[in-house]
Every structure is written in structure tokens, then in C-alpha cells.
């Protein structure tokens, strides 16, 4: 039988091996968190704020997407500045594509993705007609344009234009665009409150858009849509549109609704 005093001791022994056991967790924790907060840290900062029109989430670092330095020298050697513009540089035979920039969500980067495969169809007889070779892109090369496109690299300084809506190209907005944005308009309710001769729709509860939408411009429509409370139409409250499009629809849906509601109708 051992001895109270021995028995002391090695009670004293476990406590002393317990407390150095729960020290070490402690500082083996509390090192993992302030890593991780210097991580989180230094991610939010290589984010860029998100602009006006900014869907789905916060914007992944620059370098999460690509190399935009790259990117730019792929804008010019796969020839997108002969129909494009950026920072005010490039052709006119298609879109400005500054409206991309600062628009670095994942979604967004994921919805123009399926953009640039909407559109390819109507490129081809750009390209045709311009003897332009269709081009390629080898493992990471669309991401590093991307990065240039999205990150604002290169382009001029201040607040980049509003979204378009694709609708300066046939495929990308235009008439392909219009048709699918009457879809859209049905299906998101937007004929439950408005009247708007090319939908067939004639409810009262919002603006009649055949006259409130009348010479505006894509961007204006655009805002209107994300931002109903922006600017009310005389006779109307604020508060009557629902705010939630911004997260319903997705970029292509808003930009094909956007050409449907401003393409010009005999």
C-alpha cells in the first residue's frame, strides 16, 4: 500500500502534466487564429471595393484570378483591342468592356464566362470579316485576361462607366439578347406591375415603361433595376419595386433584360 505522501505527489505530478498539456493548446491555438487573422487580413486588403452594380459576395484578390500584367499583353497579341475598348483605347465595332472592372465576385467572374460563350456565335462573322484568326487560349491565359479586365489595370482613373447591357453587338445584348430579356422580364414578375407593349403586359401598379423608359439609356435602365428607390417616377413611392434583382437575376439575365426593355421597336 503506498504511502498518503506518495500518493500526494503523484497527484501533484498529473495537475503540473495537465496544465503544461493546456498551456500548449492554448498557444498552439491562439498562434493557428492570429495566422489566420493576418490571412483574412491580407486577402480583404488585395480586394479591391466593389463598384456599383456588384453582385455575389465579397471580390477575390487580384492575384486569386490571375496575372493581369499578362493579361494585358494577351488583350493586345489576341487582337480583343480591334473590336474593343478599355481605358479608352481599342476599336468601336464592339462593346467597351470598362464596365468589367471592380466586378471581381466569383459569380461574376462565373457569369461572364458564360457571356463570352453567349457571344462567340455573333463574333464569327466579325471575324471572318476582319480576317481575324479566332482566338485561343492555352491553360491559365483566360484567367490572367481576365485579371486585366476585372482588376482595372491599365485603365484610366476614377469611376468606371455604367454596365451597358451588352447591347452595342449582335449576341451580347442586341436582338439574341432582347429575346431572352422577355423571358426574363416574364419570369422575374416585372409584368405583374408594369405595362410594356413588347411583353403583352398592361398592369398599372408600377410605371407604364413604353413611356417612363422612353430615350433612356441601358445604364439608366440598368440602375433601375438594382436600384429601384434611385430615382421614383412622379406618382409612384419609393419602396413598391422589390431591391432583391441584384441577387436574383444574374449579369447575363440583367443584360439581356436591359437590351429587351431599350431595343428600339418600329
Not at 495566422?35 to 456599383?52: D, E, H, W
Not at 481605358?87 to 459569380?107: C, F, K, T
Not at 439578347?177 to 407593349?197: D, N
Amino acid at each position: 500500500m503506498k504511502k498518503p505522501g506518495a500518493i500526494v505527489g503523484l497527484l501533484i505530478a498529473v495537475v503540473v502534466l495537465l496544465v503544461a498539456i493546456a498551456a500548449a493548446l492554448g498557444w498552439a491555438v491562439g498562434n493557428q487564429t492570429a495566422s489566420n487573422t493576418k490571412t483574412v487580413t491580407a486577402s480583404a486588403q488585395g480586394a479591391r471595393t466593389a463598384p456599383a452594380g456588384h453582385i455575389g459576395g465579397p471580390n477575390l484578390a487580384i492575384t486569386q484570378i490571375g496575372d493581369p500584367a499578362r493579361g494585358a499583353r494577351l488583350w493586345q497579341s489576341k487582337r480583343c483591342s480591334d473590336c474593343h475598348s478599355y481605358g479608352g483605347r481599342g476599336g468601336e465595332d464592339a462593346p467597351p468592356l470598362d464596365y468589367m472592372r471592380g466586378h471581381m465576385s466569383a459569380r461574376e467572374i462565373a457569369d461572364m464566362s458564360g457571356q463570352i460563350w453567349d457571344h462567340l456565335p455573333a463574333m464569327l462573322p466579325h471575324f471572318r470579316e476582319e480576317q481575324i484568326p479566332v482566338p485561343t487560349f492555352t491553360q491559365g491565359e483566360m484567367a490572367d485576361l481576365i485579371a486585366f479586365l476585372h482588376s482595372g489595370k491599365g485603365a484610366k482613373a476614377g469611376t468606371p462607366p455604367g454596365h451597358p447591357g451588352m447591347t452595342g453587338m449582335s449576341g451580347m445584348g442586341g436582338h439574341m439578347g432582347a429575346t431572352r430579356g422577355k423571358g426574363v422580364f416574364l419570369s422575374a414578375g416585372c409584368g405583374a406591375c408594369h405595362t410594356f407593349a413588347a411583353a403583352g403586359t398592361k398592369a398599372t401598379v408600377g410605371p407604364n415603361l413604353d413611356a417612363t423608359l422612353k430615350g433612356k439609356s441601358a445604364a439608366f435602365v440598368r440602375e433601375s433595376i438594382l436600384d429601384p428607390n434611385a430615382m421614383i417616377a412622379a406618382g409612384y413611392q419609393a419602396g413598391v419595386m422589390p431591391t432583391s434583382y441584384r441577387g436574383q437575376l444574374t449579369m447575363r439575365q440583367i443584360a439581356d433584360l436591359v437590351a429587351f426593355l431599350v431595343m428600339k421597336r418600329k
